[in-house]
């Protein structure tokens, strides 16, 4: 059974930092796309952070380059968003996915999401 499990979200003060975790099972980790997208109240989701399947390639959105780090530990099977300086702005569901293109299409994972909440 595949599970995408996200941790570490909370309540923090802008300015302060928090690691959201995403712990995969189910599937072979290491072979996926792994990616953070999030949503905010009334909004789409948007893509956040995105890391191949060989760790050397990451893209950000523009909202959060400089702030946040995407990793992932393949022998764990868990991806990691490492989120500093965080905004208001930032509040929203965060959500881990995992993508494999396929010949005959692509392979789509979700988690359930964890909840970041950016407020003084």
């Known amino acids: 059974q595949v599970q995408l499990v996200e941790s570490g979200g909370g309540l923090v003060q802008p300015g302060e930092s928090l690691r959201l975790s995403c712990a995969a099972s189910?599937?072979?980790?290491?072979?996926?796309?792994m990616s953070w997208h999030r949503q905010a109240p009334g909004k789409e989701r948007e893509l956040v952070a995105l890391?191949?399947?060989?760790?050397?390639?990451?893209n950000y959105a523009n909202s959060v380059k400089g702030r946040f780090t995407i990793s992932r530990d393949n022998t764990k099977d868990t991806v990691y968003l490492q989120m500093n300086s965080l905004k208001p702005e930032d509040t929203a569901v965060y959500y881990c996915?995992?993508?494999?293109?396929?010949?005959?299409?692509?392979?789509?994972?979700w988690g359930h999401g964890t909840q970041v909440t950016v407020s003084s």
């Open positions: 890391i191949g399947s060989d760790e050397s390639s990451t």
């Open positions: 996915k995992a993508a494999l293109p396929r010949r005959g299409g692509t392979s789509v994972y």
């Open positions: 189910g599937f072979t980790f290491s072979i996926y796309i």
